[in-house]
């Protein structure tokens, strides 16, 4: 027992840290950020994302200025890019109803020949979709990326980076860099 989980003082991100961190990617630069604040629009406690702000500074994905953690973008786009699909895999599962992602959704909707197959969806009593599902890297991803147009998009193209073809994991990253930029 010479190594054990209390001696390990090496942070390990979540998969709802990197939720926290997309939010404030497209927070509004003059708006106010609280804790609370982004407890209420992600639907997370504050303890959960005190909590996962302290794991992505410890990460530099974000990092502290005046009391306000502020995204490191160029560090955002190359995790989202290059490791969180890997850290964060797709979980594929049955068909369901759910809220469209990955090319189901803005702005990769329509840009790919799907055919006749159903959009991917995160499953949802709220979904207007049926497809088959891949869960969100949080259970409250669907509620919050229904109500921030800008977070569905980063939510619904790292999916493409997760679940995507090749040609769609390319425009993704793509699309993804281009969010991503300060």
């Not at 990092?63 to 560090?75: F, W």
Request: a positive charge; hydrophobic letters at 40%.
């Amino acid at each position: 027992e010479m190594y054990s989980r209390k001696t390990n003082p090496q942070p390990v991100l979540k998969p709802q840290d990197l939720l926290i961190v997309l939010k404030l990617c497209v927070w509004p630069k003059d708006r106010k950020v609280t804790y609370d604040l982004l407890a209420g629009k992600l639907g997370m406690t504050k303890s959960e994302v005190q909590a996962g702000v302290r794991r992505a500074v410890a990460s530099r994905l974000l990092r502290m200025v005046d009391g306000r953690p502020v995204p490191l973008l160029e560090a955002v786009r190359e995790f989202v890019e290059s490791g969180a699909p890997y850290a964060f895999p797709a979980m594929r599962g049955e068909v369901s109803r759910g809220v469209p992602t990955s090319v189901g959704a803005a702005p990769l909707k329509g840009a790919f020949n799907v055919g006749n197959e159903p959009p991917p969806v995160w499953p949802s009593a709220d979904g207007t979709a049926r497809g088959p599902s891949i869960s969100p890297i949080y259970p409250s991803v669907p509620h919050a990326a229904v109500h921030d147009s800008k977070l569905y998009e980063l939510l619904a193209l790292f999916d493409a980076l997760r679940d995507g073809r090749a040609r769609e994991r390319q425009v993704a990253r793509k699309l993804l860099g281009e969010r991503l930029t300060g």
